[in-house]
């Protein structure tokens, strides 16, 4: 599976912005997906993954109601759309995918497939 992220950009804090996650070859339907960031000399990071099998979805504590993934398998395209925006949500943003899910979702060793990243800042 071959995945390509897109969608970052520069928007003021309280913005919103949604990031997409296209798997260019194959499908992931079945897949775990997640987002991932890394800021500026700080570790990567779980943001929220989509479970395929399921339609569950996590998220890290940080993000929690402000973040919302979701998938659209007919565009085999999974979706990270970010509200209210952070100065601290500043990262490069990498999309992921694991077949078959792990309850160690949360964790990058854990995902083979890899894309791009994509920067986000917040920033006025």
């Known amino acids: 599976v071959q995945l390509q992220a897109s969608g970052g950009g520069l928007v003021q804090p309280g913005g919103s912005l949604r990031l997409s996650c296209v798997a260019s070859?194959?499908?992931?339907?079945?897949?775990?997906v997640a987002w991932f960031r890394q800021a500026p000399e700080k570790e990567r990071e779980f943001v929220a993954a989509?479970?395929?099998?399921?339609?569950?979805?996590y998220y890290a504590g940080s993000v929690k109601g402000r973040f919302t993934i979701s998938r659209n398998t007919a565009r085999n395209t999974v979706y990270l759309q970010m509200n209210r925006l952070k100065p601290e949500d500043t990262a490069v943003y990498y999309c992921?995918?694991?077949?078959?899910?792990?309850?160690?979702?949360?964790?990058?060793?854990?995902?083979?497939?890899w894309g791009q990243g994509t920067l986000v800042t917040v920033s006025s």
């Open positions: 989509f479970r395929g099998s399921t339609r569950a979805t």
């Open positions: 992921a995918a694991r077949w078959p899910h792990t309850v160690a979702y949360y964790n990058a060793d854990q995902y083979e497939h």
């Open positions: 070859t194959g499908t992931f339907s079945d897949f775990t």
